[in-house]
């Protein structure tokens, strides 16, 4: 099934529509205790991750599920096909003092990050190219998937391999995305740039 789409913009308006959207999906398949926990306290990650994405940014939200053997494939989506100005950025990383994006720190803010990226960068998608292949973090999750260029949080974990030390994996245990998430894949497409967070439910 796939949910209602729900319009959210950089100030958080929607967000408590997009909420509402999520204790929806939670009741229309009777989730309970860990699982509708879960599916909250994602959603609410998703939200988060739009607020102060861009300046003017606005983006669609929405929930889908699917059966499978293994248990309920629950995904929750945000999109955007908005390309945004560059002067606009170059406004808005004036007033950071490292006059860098503050936001891309974590996982969830790397995350932000390359959405951001693909959101503003739409048209051409060079500027897209360049982004992923200067960033080492990107590269270790990154694939390509039905023509797309996709970074899967999965991937990225694999590739980091045994040594668990160091600052990735310092972000990742303080990530509750990375923690609860089964999956997050980051499409950046020409067209649009697309999150969706996939969680596996075993009932």
Known sequence: MKSDVIRIYSDLRGRGEALAAAEQFIAYHRLTGKNAL????LTEELVSMVNGIMDGFRGDVWFESENTPEGL????CL????????????????VSTS???????GILGKIRESFRVSAQYSGDGVDIHEYTTANTWYQMGAGTVE???CWSLRRYQENLGADHTGEAWDELEKSIIAKLADDVKV????????????KLIRL
């Open 38 to 41: 879960h599916i909250r306290l």
């Open 73 to 76: 494939r629950c995904r929750i």
């Open 79 to 94: 999109s955007s096909d908005k390309a945004v100005d560059p002067v606009q950025e170059e406004q808005m990383l004036s």
């Open 99 to 105: 006059g860098k994006n503050e936001h891309a720190r």
């Open 147 to 149: 023509q797309a260029q």
């Open 187 to 198: 499409w950046l497409k020409l067209d649009r740039a697309e999150v969706v967070i996939e």
